[in-house]
């Protein structure tokens, strides 16, 4: 056995000598052919990579340079998501309504609005404009760097050299005309709907509906656009606005906690991330290691379409990003010439609008011609969501700031905090590429260091350019939301600059609110100000955050976790494990007894329900009484008090819910106490006991029978609960009592990962993409990381060349161009 075991190393070392040598031998790129300076070609020229599989799908890709990482990343990514990645692409062409219609809905992957023609109508003025290629020329570092341009290059190179090699066998788009080779700007212009996606991405609808009234002495308006914005309602603005801005309605949030070496086993820091992203469409996630030697060695997801690492670890490192609080557009009112509402003063100067006329081509049906309007500050837009209408008159209209439309530096962030060796390099990082543009990070080191920053690009707002240059609708809606409206007639008004930014108009990396080495530090998308709750963070401008107000259900519960685990100490990578999975729900520790009582006290057992009906609720009593409040696939009861409570937060206002009232100086255990003479609770007990029993479910079934997902004829239970319950391992389904009640994630837990540092050269890490590497139903690796996700399962991460070359799954690919 002993000699065996010497002879399998020997084998391995070997093995190792080889690929290393393989890779040596793969020519630089920089002495490979060049795309056109324009980044039209659709290929690189002779490019390759190494790439080897590990369990469960896991690319290691291994190049000299980065054109050669890129080309392997464009070819793996490729091979698992060909499809998804093809559909983005003709997103961001503008040809969606060419391909699939002009009233069908997208995916929402790449910006929020409600059919094709809208989202052909900007993408396609996008292109037409240039702005991409504007922002691929502009020098770094307020445009992309040469790494990054070469990366992407490479991308855009491995991707059509594996649709040119490879059959598409993902019924999805096998055989679909609309797959097409890709340009390096093609790959640019995702990295830029990425970018936007909270500001000009949420309000396509309004830019591109945006259309001026008649102006004076021709025909009269239509009588929407002859309301006064000025004589709105300002509490109905204001809550409309906080509603749009509000982080935990989005289909993305994360929860990330960082731990001190002075908590840990080893005295090392520790990371656990956790976003919560759709689990269909093109902001999925998709794992891989990149591999430099040399320069860079990074292990972690990447957005489908991007070429860098977006979350990760190296061998010191780990960072995780939550989508943050800050606010990333503004709104300026413009005054609007007497003569021409297409002319906007600005000291009593008219400036013409400029007018962008777009036609998209349509399946079945003529060509589509709209015009949008842009001014100084960004596009007139008419509404923020159905809820905030901005409406053009013949007196005034709205113009849309978002800075992170001059913003193609995101992926060169990435790049950078994967080639950090501290939280200080990860902070340095942040401060010198400023590419982050709503998200915040959180980190951990190997010397034991934590950091939580919510460096990320902002309009440069300050509570006093808002109290001196607001609007009257500025006025509401900024303090509720962060969500400023300035007057965009007055010079003195505009955005100024910060000395330490790559841009102009925003803030610089020196204002963000920043915690570092913390004993923890958590966010779960509520503002920086409880990042660590004995050093509350303050002082920084209302439009990064609010500070001294009701913290999250998610944000309270996690922040008491993570603090008791800090002070109980010892911690390890397990401790991470089973946080992640413990699955604890704070709405049932803070309600589920009381809301027993309440039910108890119900006369007769009966409760009337919202129809009128008397519905019989004795049995849901005892059910709430004894649930185990957590929402673990086996939990009975767990089910019932999800229906009931979001009935119950939905209709009842946080001040007739509960006795104890919020306290900024006892913000994590307030508000608490439930109210049981709330008037609610009863009506959300009987249709919550009527709806159960019409779909012939047990009022104490285990929630997994009812909350779960299909993957190849098989039913996988699923854990995890809803935002209004406050579970970490968040998981968001649409209910269908007519198939068996939650029978499909939408979005929540997506890639985890949980790292520290032993001592060893190596991370100990455990990571789990709990939708798999691939949207192919046909691929081995479509269903596998969600049946471990269904069973609290994870992958153990191989970094280091001696794991991944011991990997019982080893399979090594040489992939190249063919000339």
């Known amino acids: 056995m002993h000699r065996r075991t010497r002879s399998a190393l020997r084998r391995v070392a070997l093995a190792g000598a080889a690929l290393l040598a393989a890779a040596a031998a793969v020519p630089p790129a920089h002495a490979q052919a060049r795309a056109a300076p324009d980044g039209r070609t659709p290929s690189g020229g002779g490019l390759s990579a190494v790439v080897r599989y590990t369990e469960n799908g896991i690319p290691h890709i291994l190049g000299r340079d980065y054109a050669q990482v890129g080309f392997g990343t464009g070819w793996a990514q490729a091979a698992d998501q060909v499809c998804v990645l093809a559909d983005g692409f003709v997103t961001v062409s503008g040809e969606r309504s060419r391909w699939f219609g002009q009233d069908a809905a997208t995916d929402g992957s790449l910006s929020l609005l409600t059919r094709n023609l809208s989202s052909d109508l900007y993408f396609k003025g996008v292109r037409e404009s240039g702005t991409v290629e504007r922002l691929l020329a502009a020098p770094a570092p307020a445009g992309p760097s040469k790494d990054l341009k070469e990366l992407m290059r490479g991308w855009a190179a491995g991707y059509n050299a594996w649709l040119a090699q490879n059959k598409v066998t993902d019924p999805a788009c096998k055989g679909a005309a609309w797959l097409r080779p890709v340009t390096t700007v093609d790959v640019a212009a995702r990295g830029f709907a990425i970018a936007v996606l909270g500001g000009e991405g949420r309000g396509i609808d309004g830019i591109t509906g945006a259309q001026p009234p008649a102006p004076a002495g021709g025909a009269r308006p239509a009588a929407p656009q002859e309301a006064d914005p000025r004589e709105a309602d300002p509490a109905a603005a204001a809550q409309a606005a906080r509603e749009f801005f509000d982080t935990s309605r989005y289909d993305m949030g994360s929860n990330a906690v960082a731990f001190a070496g002075s908590t840990t086993a080893s005295g090392r820091g520790l990371l656990l991330g956790n976003p919560h992203y759709p689990w269909q469409g093109g902001r999925r996630f998709w794992q891989s290691q990149q591999t430099i030697p040399g320069e860079l060695n990074v292990s972690g997801g990447s957005l489908l379409g991007m070429p860098a690492v977006s979350i990760g670890f190296n061998e010191k490192v780990a960072w995780s990003h939550t989508v943050a609080t800050g606010t990333p557009v503004n709104l300026h009112e413009l005054t609007l010439d007497p003569a021409d509402p297409t002319a906007y003063l600005v000291d009593g100067v008219p400036h013409t609008m400029t007018r962008r006329t777009v036609t998209v081509p349509v399946a079945g049906g003529d060509p589509v011609t709209r015009t949008q309007w842009w001014t100084r500050y960004g596009p007139v837009v008419t509404s923020l969501g159905a809820g905030l209408p901005l409406p053009w008159t013949t007196r005034s209209a709205y113009a849309l700031n978002d800075p992170n439309a001059s913003n193609l530096r995101g992926s060169d962030t990435a790049l950078a905090l994967g080639k950090a060796r501290s939280v200080a390099g990860i902070q340095a990082a942040l401060a010198r590429t400023q590419g982050l543009p709503w998200v915040n990070t959180v980190a951990a080191d190997s010397a034991g260091g934590t950091l939580f920053t919510q460096t990320q690009v902002l309009p440069r707002i300050t509570d006093e350019l808002a109290a001196r240059c607001s609007t009257p609708l500025g006025r509401a809606v ?135 009906s008397a519905v019989d609720v004795s049995a849901a009593c005892a059910v709430l009484a004894g649930r185990d409040r957590t929402t673990d696939a086996g939990s009975r009861g767990a089910l019932l008090f999800d229906r009931f409570w979001r009935r119950l937060t939905a209709s009842t206002p946080a001040a007739d819910l509960w006795l104890v009232p919020f306290s900024a100086a006892d913000p994590v255990r307030t508000p608490r106490t439930l109210n049981r003479e709330a008037p609610g609770i009863g009506r959300a007990l009987a249709d919550t006991v009527a709806e159960l029993r019409a779909a012939g479910i047990a009022l104490d079934a285990p929630l997994g029978e009812h909350q779960f997902v299909v993957r190849g004829g098989q039913k996988l239970p699923v854990g995890g609960g809803t935002e209004a319950l406050g579970v970490w391992n968040k998981v968001e389904a649409r209910w269908n009592a007519a198939a068996g009640g939650y029978p499909d994630v939408a979005n929540g837990s997506s890639h985890i990962q949980a790292v520290g540092w032993d001592g060893s050269s190596c991370p100990v890490a455990r990571t789990l993409l709990t939708y798999g590497q691939s949207s192919n139903p046909g691929s081995p690796y479509y269903a596998d990381q969600t049946r471990l996700f269904s069973e609290e399962r994870w992958v153990r991460a191989r970094f280091c060349e001696r794991d991944i070359l011991t990997s019982p799954q080893l399979k090594v690919v040489l992939v190249r161009e063919r000339r």
């Not at 530090?521 to 303050?538: K, M």
């Not at 002082?539 to 996690?558: D, F, K, M």
């Not at 704070?586 to 009381?594: T, V």
């Open 478 to 612: 900024y303090p509720a939301s962060g969500l400023a409206v300035l007057d965009g007639a007055r010079g003195d008004c505009a955005l100024g600059s910060d000395a330490d930014a790559v841009q102009p108009g925003v803030f610089g990396p020196g204002k963000a609110p920043t915690l570092r080495d913390a004993p923890y530090a958590e966010n779960s998308n509520d503002s920086a100000w409880l990042a660590n709750a004995d050093r509350p963070l303050t002082g920084y401008e209302r439009i990064w955050g609010n500070v001294a107000t009701p913290r999250s259900l998610r944000t309270r519960g996690a922040v008491e976790d993570v603090s008791a685990m800090a002070g109980k100490g010892r911690l390890t990578v397990a401790d991470l494990q089973e946080l992640q999975f413990a699955n604890r729900a704070p709405a049932g520790d803070l309600a589920a007894a009381d809301a027993a009582r309440a039910c108890s006290a119900l006369p007769g057992g009966t409760a009337t329900a919202a129809d009128g």
